[in-house]
């Protein structure tokens, strides 16, 4: 009898329900639920509407006892930086915020006057972003929203709390902080107390595949079974990492609203380059870490695609830029007047006109501009990374819902004068599901997981 696992991938627009067994050798995936999610403004914040998912994410688990596959496990992952605070009778206080909530724009300074930002990177290894943690945790504090706090949890840690009334902090999310050691890949308590943080809100982390609890018993009785929790990589892309198909230290890129680009590696790098280059230093399985850039995108095109009311598809997307060949306008995708603009297309022919590059007129040559400016950024990155390390790399993994985008595929092979490795598409809800099943001691190690990857999925090559 084949054992079911359950990975919940839940990203910053939907997520998903996906249940994972090995058939025959091979690592089979059936998505079975999928619900929608995105901040919502209230009160003129920027939140995220935590009752929802939560009732999403039983629904989810509701869905796989309609079907009679039951998994042994469940494990959520979900996006960094975002966090739930409890009081004293494990009650939220307020709302969760959004990290595009505008609110850390102006402590930014503030926290910089009490500890440095070359400091902070020194310590950390976290690049700067007005939404990391640290900065949201000041507005806190600040805001006496601190005040009756009894415990800190990034947002899947407290989605499992709900599912099983145990709190765990994982360490791959905790890493997304900002307020992690980077050496000691521990909590950095003098710079927790420098910035007046709580210390008791900072509890022990724990490690990819490590037991949270079963369902409460209220939960397996509402959706019919019960089920073991193990912690995932709970940072979407720490889980993603986990399923790049190749052993031999890659370098990846995995490709969804975000783009994550960079290497895996076993020794922090917090040098000046790394710093001034825009590299940050997040958490990976088995206490790796992964170097890496912020890359704004296909939040980009999302946005875009939103604004015209869902007319055209991400395939329509990439036919019309293709049509759009001959116009070669290129923007700073990181610019942060693309990061939550309120309308994307004015914001990309804004940049345009201040850079003096051509404006993009039509949809095709809109989007032609940003895929473009996207790979320009990824050879850029590509670039520094061999600078700061040392080492050459001459394949880029791409991996993710992105990996589908033959046209991005191609222009970052050409841009980057490198052979791009695609797949697997679910790379975030299959290392999701690879952590559970080596808790469950369903396979033996990474290695055997990556293999069962090869063999399951198409893995497509494209040539520079």
């Given at each position: 009898?084949?054992?079911?696992?359950?990975?919940?991938d839940i990203g910053a627009s939907s997520g998903r329900h996906i249940l994972g067994s090995i058939e025959n050798g091979k690592l089979v995936l059936e998505e079975i639920f999928r619900f929608k999610n995105g901040a919502v403004k209230k009160d003129g914040k920027l939140v995220?509407?935590?009752?929802?998912?939560?009732?999403?994410?039983?629904?989810?688990?509701?869905?796989?006892?309609?079907?009679?596959?039951?998994?042994?496990?469940?494990?959520?992952?979900?996006?960094?930086?975002?966090?739930?605070?409890?009081?004293?009778?494990?009650?939220?206080?307020?709302?969760?915020?959004?990290?595009?909530?505008?609110?850390?724009?102006?402590?930014m300074q503030e926290v910089y006057g009490i500890v440095s930002e070359s400091d902070m990177y020194a310590k950390t290894g976290i690049k700067e972003q007005v939404f990391n943690t640290v900065f949201q945790l000041y507005c806190d504090k600040k805001s006496g929203k601190l005040d009756n706090a009894e415990t800190f949890l990034m947002m899947p840690d407290y989605l499992h709390f709900l599912l099983t009334g145990v709190k765990r902090n994982e360490y791959t999310n905790a890493s997304t902080t900002g307020l992690l050691n980077a050496k000691t890949r521990d909590w950095d308590y003098d710079i927790i107390e420098k910035l007046g943080f709580p210390k008791k809100l900072f509890k022990p982390l724990y490690n990819p595949c490590a037991k949270v609890g079963n369902f409460r018993p209220e939960i397996a009785q509402e959706v019919g079974f019960d089920a073991t929790v193990y912690l995932p990589a709970t940072h979407d892309t720490a889980s993603a990492v986990?399923?790049?198909?190749?052993?031999?230290?890659?370098?990846?890129?995995s490709s969804g609203t975000w783009s994550l680009i960079g290497i895996e590696t076993l020794k922090e790098n917090t040098s000046d380059i790394a710093k001034k280059s825009g590299f940050t230093n997040?958490?990976?399985?088995?206490?790796?870490v992964r170097f890496l850039k912020n890359i704004m995108g296909m939040w980009m095109i999302q946005c875009i695609k939103k604004e015209l009311n869902d007319e055209y598809s991400f395939t329509d997307f990439v036919a019309l830029s293709k049509k759009a060949q001959d116009f070669n306008s290129i923007i700073d995708v990181n610019d942060l007047s693309f990061f939550s603009p309120e309308s994307m297309i004015t914001a990309v022919k804004d940049y345009c006109k201040k850079a003096g590059e051509k404006v993009p007129e039509?949809?095709?040559?809109?989007?032609?501009?940003?895929?473009?400016?996207?790979?320009?950024?990824?050879?850029?990155?590509?670039?520094?990374i061999e600078e700061i390390t040392g080492e050459k790399f001459d394949k880029i993994h791409i991996v993710g819902g992105g990996c589908q985008n033959v046209l991005m595929n191609?222009?970052?092979?050409?841009?980057?004068?490198?052979?791009?490795?695609?797949?697997?598409?679910?790379?975030?809800?299959?290392?999701?599901?690879?952590?559970?099943?080596?808790?469950?001691?369903?396979?033996?190690?990474?290695?055997?997981?990556?293999?069962?990857?090869?063999?399951?999925?198409?893995?497509?090559?494209?040539?520079?």
């Open positions: 009898m084949k054992n079911y696992f359950l990975a919940i995220w509407d935590d009752k929802s998912l939560y009732v999403s994410i039983v629904e989810g688990l509701k869905k796989c006892k309609e079907l009679n596959k039951i998994p042994i496990s469940v494990g959520i992952d979900t996006w960094g930086v975002d966090y739930a605070l409890l009081d004293k009778d494990d009650n939220l206080i307020g709302e969760v915020y959004s990290y595009r909530d505008e609110r850390t724009v102006s402590v986990m399923a790049v198909p190749s052993e031999q230290n890659p370098l990846y890129i997040e958490g990976g399985f088995n206490k790796t039509s949809v095709g040559e809109i989007a032609r501009c940003v895929y473009l400016s996207l790979a320009e950024s990824y050879k850029k990155s590509v670039e520094q191609e222009l970052t092979a050409s841009l980057t004068g490198r052979t791009v490795v695609a797949g697997p598409v679910e790379a975030t809800a299959t290392g999701n599901l690879i952590a559970q099943m080596l808790a469950a001691k369903e396979i033996k190690s990474l290695s055997e997981g990556k293999a069962l990857i090869r063999d399951s999925f198409e893995i497509k090559e494209i040539k520079a």
